[in-house]
């Protein structure tokens, strides 16, 4: 009986302890992403935005006149001053230009002096060297640099979209601005397509929206997407559509929207505050799908080619004759032509089948009847 009841107390020991331990691991791996913001914000700015890597966390302050602020901290969370280098690669409409990162060691933290950002994205690549290992990455920064990527971030959140939230396609919903977009992408052929929803979630007129996508996949990439112009069944401007070339769903997909003179960006699933994952575990965008788009198109040309390529015969009088045809004539290639001055042509079938019909003509005793049987 002793045995029992001790056992019994150290179950329940147990037990009490286990969630506790959970309790507690959860608050501590929330609060190491926590910290290590913190820690970039007050050594680069406020707003920094960070990229979590295999080995550790790169904190980005690109400001919007091209100045640029990194630090590095390690998996520890601790900064890492020493053995620090780097290069960014930025992309713009005048090309692409190489800056340095170089160590301020006052200021304990690395330094560039880039381009004035003028496009709604721009490309900058980044390859650092840490201890002698290189971390690499991409980033699609807005005219207001990374400052305005995160306020941006602060203000979606705000609105309290639910989490998996679908749109009226199947396609990914994400507040940017003021605007509710669904984004979708045709996994086999890569066409893109963004839709503007008004609160209900229901799809509007795109309007004056111009919408740039910037894409980390197998490659980076810069898509501005266009207005649909009019086709059977859609109406010009229903949603904006471009091309990806993408093999599996993106690392990272950058929305950014210029409406009315007003601008917005949204990083999809980036949250303010917290660091984006970008290693080879990091979880994917998923926006690519299975679409019926290509069997509508294919089907809609097959229907104007039939349209094209229906045959039918008329039966045409000479001059001074009257014809009266109502019945439709098929007629099955090949295709015969007869057009005797005056003759009775009986023609059978299976050369052509005419389902009953009714002609009638007249003409003047001194006419010549002519009938002249063709396809078109």
């Not at 550790?56 to 302050?61: D, R, T």
Request: net charge positive; hydrophobic share 45%; with cysteine.
């Amino acid at each position: 009986m002793k045995i029992t009841k001790l056992s019994g107390v150290f179950a329940l020991l147990l037990i009490a302890a286990a969630p506790a331990c959970g309790k507690d691991e959860q608050p501590a791996e929330a609060s190491a992403t926590v910290e290590a913001t913190a820690t970039a914000e007050s050594t680069i700015g406020e707003g920094a935005y960070v990229e979590e890597h295999e080995s550790g966390k790169a904190a980005f302050n690109v400001a919007a006149d091209g100045n640029v602020k990194a630090a590095v901290t390690g998996p520890d969370g601790k900064p890492i001053r020493e053995d620090v280098s780097g290069t960014l690669l930025w992309k713009d409409a005048s090309g692409e230009k190489s800056v340095p990162l170089t160590f301020d060691a006052k200021a304990g933290v690395l330094v560039a002096a880039g381009p004035k950002l003028d496009a709604d994205l721009t490309e900058i690549g980044y390859t650092l060297s840490v201890a002698g290992k290189p971390w690499s990455g991409t980033l699609h920064v807005p005219a207001g640099g990374t400052a305005e990527l995160y306020a941006n971030a602060k203000g979606a959140a705000d609105l309290g979209l639910p989490e998996g939230k679908l749109g009226p396609h199947g396609g990914r919903i994400e507040i940017v601005g003021d605007d509710r977009l669904e984004l979708l992408v045709d996994e086999v052929t890569g066409e893109v397509r963004v839709f503007a929803l008004d609160v209900d979630l229901k799809p509007i007129d795109i309007g004056e929206r111009k919408v740039t996508l910037g894409v980390v996949a197998e490659a980076p990439q810069v898509v501005v997407l266009a207005p649909v112009a009019a086709t059977a069944g859609v109406a010009a401007g229903a949603y904006l559509t471009g091309k990806l070339a993408l093999a599996a769903d993106p690392l990272k997909v950058t929305i950014a929207v210029r409406n009315a003179g007003r601008s917005a960006v949204a990083l999809c699933g980036y949250r303010a505050g917290a660091a984006f994952a970008v290693h080879a575990r990091a979880p994917r965008v998923k926006v690519r799908m299975k679409t019926d788009w290509h069997a509508h198109a294919h089907a809609h040309a097959d229907l104007k080619a039939k349209a094209d390529l229906d045959p039918k015969v008329h039966v045409h009088t000479g001059a001074g004759a009257k014809a009266n045809a109502k019945a439709h004539v098929n007629v099955k290639a090949p295709s015969v032509r007869v057009t005797p001055p005056s003759v009775n042509v009986k023609i059978k079938a299976p050369s052509i089948s005419i389902p009953k019909p009714s002609f009638k003509a007249s003409a003047s005793a001194r006419a010549s009847a002519g009938a002249k049987v063709g396809t078109h």
